[in-house]
């Protein structure tokens, strides 16, 4: 019913506030999807799997089919699925992190051309909001080391990769206003998170869809 994504580069908090916003939907009773790109199906974790193996050779070209590919199993098994259902689905990270990473951050293809790929990708699918949680790349890596994670291979690009890839969710951001949302990710968890609820609430309510329903929420 409804399709919200969360963008921005890795550290930016972007996970934190889907999490949050899921934590907030399902306590209003709402049946929401949260599922996780790339990944959310047996393919699409296996080919995440390969994507992220650190010091594994994959050459720019078959990086951007593999993502994109994990995507179409995602949006065709779980997604549209589920949007069908009338449920709402938060993913984190949906195409405009191919276009941001592969496009702008490897310089595979330019927007141009990617927009359409991903139209055909996702059969036509686009987010009906996406939350773009901007902070420059310092921040982001000093989230990423307090994270504890250990780096994954895309994480091993320096932060001249991470700048190239704001840029490029910056320029989306201007080219698509009435969709991208950004977020200054700056600003503490819960402030960010009442942002990101007042516009939700407001899109429910511009079509129609009271916060008051009896669904169940799964990942
Ligand atoms: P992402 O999904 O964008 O990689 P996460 O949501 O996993 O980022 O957050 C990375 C780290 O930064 C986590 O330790 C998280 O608790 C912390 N964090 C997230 N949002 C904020 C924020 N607004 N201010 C300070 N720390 C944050
Ligand atoms: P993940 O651990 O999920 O990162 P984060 O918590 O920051 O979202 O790893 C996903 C990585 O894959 C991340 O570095 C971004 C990258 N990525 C792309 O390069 N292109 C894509 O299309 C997608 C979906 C992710």
Known sequence: MLLLTFEGIDGSGKSTQARRLRQFLEEEGHDTLVVREPGGTELSERVRSLLLEPDFNVHPMAELLLFSAARAQLVAERIRPALEAGRIVICDRFYDSTTAYQGAGRGVADPAWLQDF???????????????????????????????????????????????????????????????????????????????KADVVSQLADRGTPLSGTGSSDT
């Open 118 to 196: 991903h139209q055909r990708v996702t059969e036509g699918l686009t987010p009906d909001r996406t939350y773009l949680v901007e902070v420059d790349a310092a921040t982001a890596r000093a989230r990423r080391s307090e994270d504890g994670a250990p780096n994954d291979r895309m994480e091993a690009a320096g932060d001249d990769f991470y700048e190239r890839v704001a840029d490029a969710y910056d320029a989306l951001a201007t080219s698509a206003p009435e969709r991208i949302v950004r977020l200054d990710g700056h600003q503490p968890i819960e402030v960010l998170h009442e942002q990101v």
